[in-house]
């Protein structure tokens, strides 16, 4: 029971950032959209303990896709769009007992986005975004406890997203207009620090022994979105597209951990993933601007334990992007024009984290004499 505990706490950092968000670029999932095992790590603590940590992660879209295809052109024109994000999540978490834990998440980010067709189309210029996201807050239950958890656990939970971020964040535009014009206008959908929504997340997480030393691990979770739109313009020109949408997000997360006997500390994985926006939502409309999609990566993973203080690093690799698409897509076809936006995905993130636990100070107890 103590070893599945303290792989718990390890791969705790591995499952902080499911995500975001979100997929990688244009199609916008929030950075650390899902509570993941960033809830779970009240499994690992003792009744009233508290685990501290804080997660970075990079990465840069450029390479742009409608559907499954890559628009090579786009790069020897040079005419893509250029995302970089970085994004830091810190979450405090709190065990209420063995198997009930809490946690509130709280992202930070700074966004930049270079582009030609927002600036006159003659001129690349960078547009940016910095401050608060949507923050988390979130709560869940262990299904087994004592013996019965020997051999792994599976966790379920719901949490809260609250709409704290900026989700209409403006930056200066250039060459507008037919003056040219220097303007202060929001910024695409892909770098606002919030969706306008406020969303109900339901999540899982697991971890079983295989062996002595390899476990598998599984962890998902997906965002409800009622709200449809969120009356932030999109500068396009289509009307239907002209104001944001607030879409659903999900993310699905499996692979194997490898913990190291002769090298205490050390552990390494090895995983799949999938993340995205769907067409649709599930409850509410699905009107406004969206960039739906998904991408699936490979994500190999390694973490160092010291003592209550454990870091880990995983760089998920895209292996299938997929621009699908949208509702707005679908309503400005014709027969004879098929509409389908594209969207900008990176090749791969950078996720670090670093996590603390915080153990519980035991109480002197004196007997008098």
């Known amino acids: ?82 995302n970089k994000q970085h994004g830091l999540d810190i979450n405090l978490s709190y065990a209420f007992s063995e198997r009930m834990y809490g946690i509130v998440s709280m992202p930070l980010q700074y966004n930049e986005r270079s582009s030609l067709y927002e600036h006159g189309r003659t001129e690349r210029h960078t547009s940016y975004s910095k401050g608060l996201g949507d923050m988390r807050i979130g709560a869940g239950y262990w299904l087994l406890s004592g013996e019965k958890a020997k051999r792994g656990n599976t966790a379920i939970g719901l949490g809260i997203k609250f709409p704290t971020g900026d989700y209409a964040a403006t930056s200066t535009f250039y060459n507008q207009g037919a003056e040219g014009l220097e303007l202060e206008k929001t910024v ?52 239907n597209e002209a104001i944001m949408s607030v879409p659903d997000q999900f993310a699905l997360r499996t692979g194997v951990f490898k913990s190291f006997e002769k090298i205490h500390g050390l552990g390494a994985s ?20 969206r960039r739906p999609g998904y991408v699936i990566s490979v994500e190999p993973g390694v973490s160092y334990m010291l003592g209550n203080i454990t870091g880990t690093l995983n760089v998920p690799v895209a292996l299938f992007r997929n621009r699908t698409q949208s509702v707005t897509d679908i309503e400005n076809s014709t027969p004879d024009n098929v509409v389908h936006g594209d969207a900008a995905f990176a090749d791969y993130l950078i996720n670090f984290t670093v996590a603390l636990r915080i153990p519980k100070k035991e109480k002197e107890v004196f007997n008098s004499l």
């Open 1 to 82: 029971m103590k070893k599945i505990t303290k792989l718990l706490f390890i791969l705790s950092a591995f499952y902080l950032v499911p995500c975001q968000s979100f997929s990688q670029g244009c199609v916008a999932i929030r950075q650390f959209s899902g509570l993941g095992n960033a809830v779970g790590q009240g499994n690992m603590l003792n009744k009233g303990e508290l685990n501290i940590s804080g997660s970075y992660r990079y990465f840069k879209s450029f390479r742009h896709f409608r559907g499954t295809e890559e628009e090579h052109n786009r790069l020897t024109d040079h005419t893509e769009v250029i």
């Open 188 to 239: 695409d959908q892909s770098i606002q620090l919030g969706d306008g929504g406020t969303g109900l997340i339901v999540d899982f997480q697991g971890l079983w022994n295989m062996s002595s030393t390899l476990f598998w691990y599984y962890d998902g979770f997906y965002m409800f979105n009622p709200k449809e739109t969120n009356g932030t313009p999109t500068n396009r020109s289509r009307p």
């Open 270 to 289: 090895l995983g799949g993933r999938i993340e995205g926006i769907p067409v649709h939502d599930v409850i509410g409309g699905s009107e406004g601007f």
